[in-house]
């Protein structure tokens, strides 16, 4: 019972990663349509970033400006590369230049930083032995199980990050217009909504969204380098499509039932042993097949 | 003895129920027209029929054979024939590969075929003679190759039609024809219904708000509103009907 | 009682003097020509002119060529976007692979067989498939794509129990005199190259072709003229997947190997795949191969211009491909016909992929 648990929690600390680059994912593509390739290295350089900043200032305010950093790249990335591409409507176009975005983000921070591995140091408490930057992070014990602080802190993020994301969409004025423009920008434009800005801060928000969740990732393991947030992109993708691409409750859902999912079947499938991504895989495609649009996704109705 | 037999057809969408109870028939020949105000269960009606809608309850029979046990792409093979109201053509082909996609049942190359080229050649001329026929037929001969996106709406209204016409129907179903033509054009495309009607030995069905047209050219007519028939005859009694007066102008103060 | 259906009796009319087919400026006929022959030249030439290594990287583009076509059938005509192609180019490498390897199969002989492998599992997923939408369908596609390579760790041990096959060096021999085995391999997929390309240009201009597209457009309307959109959509599926099977069985001869060891391989064929169709041109007969070749040239070019940063080689491998997008929206040959149609000033042919019912947005 307490490996279960133990097992539970961590698949729930991997969940909430994969639902909060999901929730990424999923922001880029309720208020501009695009699905976002690049999503996992976008939050890979501010993670280099936070990583940079993190030497000179406290790593909290690191994470910070690196947040900033990636907010107004954001917004630009979307304005300069995406938009004209996208109002081309050539939705494959727009694929092929997140990927082209894929490759260049990705080999950026190691052209700046080089490619060493590095160490981020970890925003929450750690026991550090003297001369240790990065120290090792602590236990809650809760019962038998012990419940690792960078857990706690992915969790706590997570529940922030849902909570605000929900008063924006649903009770402030910018929300609406968000939801407006993903559903119909041309009409948005006639009412006086500002489509271009809205599409921009959509762009905006899931970059700042990963460069909070990437320094976390990082200072969870021992060491971080390019490859950071490539594993995480197959399973947010299909957390994403879990929980409906249109559905921000979606993505937090789906990213902890792919989470959950793949550690226990890595503890309790043995068969499966070395092909633990086919759980996750099989649970989407069983999922579309009896929800096509995912669990939450919002049937889209044609009018003929 | 009725070609399209519509009993109790009742559509429900949750609680907005679309169509209630609806019942008519149209004879061979004729040219019916079902008209109402907007929302009234007009295009879910065809919808029904093309079976691209689930009717709730009720039956539609069509020469014979009962409609609501096909699958879409079967009721072509029927001899019905359709058109929508926003025009739904293929705008990466021309207008003829437009029209020789309606020609489809007709056809035998199917992939294995395609592939290896095995009666492409005598299929693509034979469909592209008869679809330029047909374009000539409705005066569109000339814009046989261009691409069908860009052209002015009417002009795309009529291409549809011709589409229509290309599976070769017993039943030809129009969804507002007239939308998007000057009156002039209207009064043509009463003129061509017509003759179309009697040179291509059709029965049609019309759903129109142009109502100088309708009542020229109908033979019946169907009034709907909020989903119910409330009342149905050849032009003069509908005309007249103050039921129909009503729905349309609302009640005299 | 059934009535009978007239056939409608038309008179004698303009129609008859309207050409069936749209007529071609005979520049631009002209103009084709020369740049087949020169083409048709160039291909057959060059494995004389190169040294091996370099027909090595032209057969992987002809081969990379068969499989983008494969690709442009399904989400270029048919509307289907699939990032997992790679998984049937893996299906049809590891076919050949265990076929020549452990059951001693002349190479050529298991090049049918992998497409026909690969098109049962396209079949295979074309039903469910249905099911599935724009980008839902894209998302699985995906999971097949990394799916793959960890079915082939479970279950395919080959050299050291990895998922790798290598074929002894008789394997692959040229089975003609006077030929080089990379010559040989040159030739021999050019040949399926050719091959498949007139598939494609009989398929694309015939009725199946048109239901494809129609289907891709506006599929109520196809149904409602009788196009069997289950039907379509599935043989599509299978058919390009049998591309891909057969792209992936040449480059088991090419690159004497089929490897399933990285778990993102395959998920990188599939993305070369898109890359390649949409950088020629989506929806066009030639442009995969065009794209294939474009590719591959622009990727040894940002190897070879950074000796010694290689992090930089796929970072302009990147901005080119951005670049390429912005330039060129449809494609290389997109670009070209929209050139000649300036020049010529006729219409362009409609758009070859614009988007009305865009199936990758809600």
Not at chain 2, 84 to 109: C, D, R, S, Y
Request: glycine share 10%.
């Amino acid at each position: 019972m307490t490996l279960f648990l133990q097992q539970l929690v961590n698949g729930i600390g991997n969940g909430v990663v994969y639902g909060a680059v999901a929730l990424a994912l999923v922001l880029i593509y309720r208020t501009t349509g695009v699905l976002n390739f690049a999503q996992g290295e976008m939050a890979l350089f501010t993670t280099y970033l936070a990583w940079k900043f993190a030497r000179s200032v406290p790593v909290a305010a690191a994470i910070a400006l690196a947040f900033v950093i990636g907010f107004v790249g954001g917004a630009i990335i979307e304005r300069v590369l995406i938009r004209p591409v996208e109002e081309a409507r050539s939705p494959l176009n727009v694929v092929i230049v997140t990927l082209g975005l894929f490759l260049g983000i990705n080999a950026l921070p190691q052209l700046i930083f080089g490619t060493d591995s590095q160490q981020m140091p970890k925003p929450w408490p750690s026991d550090a032995a003297p001369g240790d930057v990065v120290g090792t992070t602590r236990a809650v014990k809760v019962g038998a199980v012990s419940v690792s602080w960078a857990v706690i802190a992915l969790a706590l993020m997570m529940v922030a990050v849902c909570a605000l994301l929900w008063l924006l969409f649903q009770k402030t004025r910018l929300g609406l217009a968000l939801r407006a423009v993903a559903s119909n920008p041309e009409s948005s434009r006639l009412v006086g909504i500002n489509a271009g800005l809205t599409l921009m801060l959509g762009w905006a928000l899931s970059a700042g969204l990963g460069a909070i969740v990437g320094p976390l990732v990082a200072a969870r393991s021992t060491g971080f380098d390019a490859s950071l947030m490539q594993g995480v992109l197959v399973f947010a993708f299909s957390a994403a499509a879990l929980g409906g691409f249109d559905s921000v409750l979606g993505a937090v859902v789906g990213g902890l039932v792919v989470g959950i999912a793949e550690a226990l079947t890595t503890q309790y499938v043995d068969p499966l042993n070395g092909i633990e991504v086919l759980l996750p895989l099989l649970l989407i495609l069983g999922v579309l097949l009896i929800r096509p649009n995912g669990l939450f996704g919002r049937r889209t109705v044609e009018r003929v | 003895m009725a070609l399209l037999s519509v009993r109790d057809v009742s559509v429900r969408f949750g609680g907005v129920v679309a169509l209630d109870s609806l019942s008519f028939e149209i004879e061979v020949g004729q040219i019916c027209a079902l008209i109402g105000p907007n929302g009234a269960g007009k295009t879910t009606l065809f919808n029904v029929v093309s079976r691209l809608y689930e009717a709730s309850a009720g039956s539609v029979d069509f020469d014979g054979r009962d409609l609501l046990r096909l699958a879409p792409h079967k009721i072509v093979e029927l001899g019905i024939a359709r058109t929508f109201q926003n025009v739904a053509l293929f705008p990466a082909l021309t207008v003829l590969e437009n029209v020789m996609v309606g020609a489809h049942a007709h056809g035998k190359v199917g992939f294995g075929r395609g592939l290896v080229h095995l009666g492409v050649r005598s299929e693509e001329t034979a469909m592209r003679r008869r679809g330029l026929d047909i374009l000539d037929r409705l005066g569109l001969v000339e814009l046989a190759h261009r691409p069908a996106a860009g052209l002015p709406f009417g002009t795309l209204k009529r291409i549809e039609f011709a589409r229509a016409l290309a599976t070769e129907p017993k039943l030809l179903m129009l969804d507002e024809p007239a939308n998007g033509l000057t009156h002039g054009e209207v009064d043509e495309l009463g003129t061509t219904i017509r003759e179309i009607r009697d040179q291509f030995d059709l029965t049609m069905l019309l759903v129109e708000h142009h109502m100088t047209m309708v009542m020229a050219i109908s033979d019946h007519i169907v009034v709907l509103d909020f989903g119910r028939k409330i009342a149905e005859g050849p032009p003069d009694a509908v005309r007249n009907d103050p039921k129909v007066i009503e729905a349309y102008l609302g009640a005299p103060a | 009682m059934t009535t009978t259906r007239a056939s409608g009796r038309e008179q004698a009319g303009p129609a008859t003097t309207t050409p069936i087919r749209p007529p071609i400026d005979p520049k631009v006929r002209g103009l084709r020509i020369v740049v087949g022959v020169v083409a048709a030249a160039a291909a057959l030439y060059a494995p004389f002119y190169f040294p091996a290594a370099q027909n090595k990287v032209l057969s992987q583009a002809l081969y990379l060529a068969i499989a983008a076509m494969g690709l442009n059938l399904l989400t270029g005509f048919n509307g289907q976007v699939s990032i997992g192609h790679g998984a049937f180019f893996g299906v049809g490498a590891f076919t050949s692979g265990l076929l020549v390897v452990k059951q001693g199969w002349p190479y050529e002989a298991t090049i049918p067989v992998a497409a026909l492998v690969a098109a049962v599992v396209g079949l295979l997923v074309g039903f469910p498939a249905l099911r599935v939408r724009g980008l839902y369908l894209a998302l699985v596609t995906l999971g097949l794509a990394v799916l793959f390579p960890q079915l082939g760790q479970k279950y395919v041990k080959g050299s050291g129990g990895v998922p790798l096959l290598q074929p002894s060096l008789t394997d692959t021999k040229s089975l003609l005199q006077g030929l080089a085995d990379d010559q040989y391999a040159y030739y021999l997929t050019l040949l399926v190259l050719v091959i498949v390309t007139l598939l494609t240009w009989s398929l694309v201009n015939s009725r199946a072709g048109r239901a494809m597209v129609a289907v891709r457009d506006q599929e109520l309307a196809a149904a409602t003229v009788g196009v069997n959109l289950a039907q379509v959509k599935v043989l599509t599926f299978a058919i390009s997947a049998a591309y891909a099977g057969a792209a992936g069985s040449l480059s088991f001869m090419i690159d004497r190997v089929a490897d399933a060891t990285n778990p993102v391989i395959y998920f990188q064929r599939s993305i070369e795949f898109l890359v390649a169709m949409v950088v020629g041109g989506a929806a066009t007969i030639t442009g995969p191969i065009v794209g294939a070749l474009a590719v591959v040239l622009l990727r040894r070019n940002t190897e070879q211009l950074i000796e010694g940063k290689p992090i930089l080689s796929p970072a302009l491998f990147g901005a080119a491909l951005i670049a390429i997008v912005y330039v060129l929206p449809e494609g290389i040959i997109g670009g070209v016909r929209r050139l000649t149609s300036r020049v010529t000033h006729r219409p362009p042919p409609p758009s070859t992929l614009t988007t009305t019912t865009s199936d990758t947005s809600v």
